[in-house]
């Protein structure tokens, strides 16, 4: 089923597809629903997917020039009420797991697991808050280089070659996010809190990562695991773990979902 609900004076597009425990799939910055579309398939097996497109990205309008994680969860409940689900288990690819903790946060007697898929729980660095400050001036100017840059950098050096015809199809994907969906998931990235105690209150949860991701330092999600007490499993390449360690990955989070 494809659908949408209102949020905000603003239409949030979803999907929900197969029967069984619910599995909500949030994708991440400059992505849409679209980039789950193997994982799902996979997933149709043995469970119902939910797929969203967060404020500003694919097929969902922006409601303002902050998207602040606390709000996209909102939208993200609506939906689940929409459908009248009562608990689901979270896979969230980078912003999407920022977003799903933010929803754990606020509605915790939902969540029934977490899979922080490349992403953490940890708040930007000010180096990192800089960057992202940077990246809006640049939106307004140049946004196709940044963009096309940015999707780039997410892969590990080895990997750019070799998915070469990937990365093409994610550019051109990431390029229908408009600009003022670009800065307003930025800002509200950039202002995003430390969730790591609300990661601890869950009681199933999981941080998949990448040996190579250029984003999140191996040294600093293995610390997270350890200080949050949550198994991590990385995988070999970079920051978009479903393109190059796309099988492997389905396992583990075939694995996760049990």
Request: with cysteine.
């Amino acid at each position: 089923m494809q659908n949408f609900i209102e949020f905000k004076n603003n239409k949030v597009y979803f999907s929900s597809e197969g029967e069984g425990s619910a599995v909500l799939l949030l994708h991440g910055f400059l992505e849409s629903s679209f980039m789950w579309k193997e994982l799902s398939r996979e997933l149709l097996e043995t469970h119902r997917v939910i797929c969203i497109d967060l404020l500003g990205h694919g097929k969902t309008g922006c409601i303002g020039y902050v998207h602040a994680m606390e709000e996209m969860a909102e939208a993200v409940n609506e939906v689940l009420k929409s459908l009248r689900i009562r608990r689901v288990t979270i896979i969230g690819h980078s912003m999407g797991g920022y977003v799903g903790l933010a929803f754990a946060e606020k509605y915790l007697d939902k969540v029934k697991g977490i899979c922080l898929m490349n992403s953490t729980s940890q708040a930007d660095s000010e180096e990192r808050k800089e960057l992202r400050l940077r990246a809006c001036k640049m939106a307004q100017t140049n946004y196709e280089a940044l963009v096309k840059m940015s999707i780039t950098n997410l892969f590990a050096e080895t990997s750019r070659t070799k998915f070469a015809k990937e990365i093409e199809a994610i550019k051109k994907e990431a390029l229908k996010t408009p600009v003022q969906g670009y800065i307003a998931a930025t800002k509200g990235m950039r202002e995003r809190k430390n969730r790591e105690k609300v990661l601890r209150k869950i009681d199933k949860r999981l941080i998949i990562s990448g040996e190579k991701d250029p984003i999140l330092l191996k040294e600093l999600v293995t610390t997270e695991g350890i200080r949050t007490e949550t198994p991590v499993v990385f995988l070999p390449l970079g920051h978009m773990s479903y393109i190059e360690s796309n099988k492997v990955l389905t396992i583990k989070v075939k694995e996760f979902l049990g």
